[in-house]
């Protein structure tokens, strides 16, 4: 059972950054094109950033150009650098494999104040 830890979250002021980080307990990493999602309270979970099987990289319109995701294969996590955060990225924030999920994480919540 591959297991999904993220962490790195916290309570941040608007403008702020944050960085992400998740842990996959799976010796095939290399193989799944990983992604972040979020969940704001009382919404339906989104993706908001992941690699592609040719390796680009998409990310959602609300977050292009504030975050970005990375991936150490060797290490087995997959980050997501968070700047110019809005009020409006405060979510749990989860990792998954986009073209193979696995189970959830527990996910790691990250609140903007103003």
């Known amino acids: 059972q591959v297991q999904l830890v993220e962490s790195g979250g916290g309570l941040v002021q608007a403008g702020g950054s944050l960085r992400l980080s998740c842990a996959a307990s799976?010796?095939?990493?290399?193989?799944?094109?990983w992604g972040w999602y979020r969940q704001a309270l009382g919404k339906e979970r989104e993706l908001v950033a992941h690699f592609r099987s040719g390796g680009t990289i998409d990310y959602a319109d609300s977050v292009k150009g504030r975050f970005t995701i990375s991936r150490d294969n060797a290490k087995k996590t997959v980050d997501l650098q968070m700047n110019s955060l809005k009020l409006e990225d405060t979510a749990v924030y989860y990792c998954n494999a986009v073209n193979r999920p696995f189970s959830w994480g527990q996910g790691t919540q990250v609140t903007v104040s103003s």
């Open positions: 799976t010796s095939l990493f290399s193989l799944f094109t």
